[in-house]
Nanobody
Framework: QVQLVESGGGLVQPGGSLRLSCAAS????????MAWYRQGPGNQRELVAR???????NYADSVKGRFTISRDNAKNTVYLQMNSLKPEDTAVYYC?????????WGQGTQVTVSS
C-alpha cells in the first residue's frame, strides 16, 4: 500500500516562509514526477510546481521566484520551499506523485497567510 504523507503547513504572516514536505512510503518501485497542487476557497485545484525524476522543474506563474520545489530520491520525498508568502497563497496544498505508473495524492495540508 503506497501512501503520501504531507507536513509543514500552518499559519504564517505575509512575507513569511514555510517549507512543506511529502514523504512516499510503501511498496515503491519507481517514482517519476512529483508535484504540489493547491486549492483555495472557492477555487479549482491548480498546479503549483512539478519536478521530474531528473529534477527538471516548472512553476505556476503566480509563484515563480518565490517557491522552490526539490526532491530527495533516496528518501522518496518532495519539498516545497515557500518564501515571500502572500494572502492569496492561502489554500490546502496537496502532494502528488506518479508511483509505479499510478497516480497518488496526499491528504492535503492547510497553509494560511494572514496578519
Amino acid at each position: 500500500q503506497v501512501q503520501l504523507v504531507e507536513s509543514g503547513g500552518g499559519l504564517v504572516q505575509p512575507g513569511g516562509s514555510l517549507r512543506l514536505s511529502c514523504a512516499a512510503s510503501g511498496s515503491i518501485f519507481s517514482i517519476s514526477s512529483m508535484a504540489w497542487y493547491r486549492q483555495g476557497p472557492g477555487n479549482q485545484r491548480e498546479l503549483v510546481a512539478r519536478i521530474t525524476i531528473t529534477s527538471d522543474t516548472n512553476y505556476a506563474d503566480s509563484v515563480k521566484g518565490r517557491f522552490t520545489i526539490s526532491r530527495d530520491n533516496a528518501k522518496n520525498t518532495v519539498y516545497l520551499q515557500m518564501n515571500s508568502l502572500k494572502p492569496e497563497d492561502t489554500a490546502v496544498y496537496y502532494c502528488y506523485a506518479a508511483i509505479n505508473y499510478h497516480n497518488f495524492w496526499g491528504q492535503g495540508t492547510q497553509v494560511t497567510v494572514s496578519s
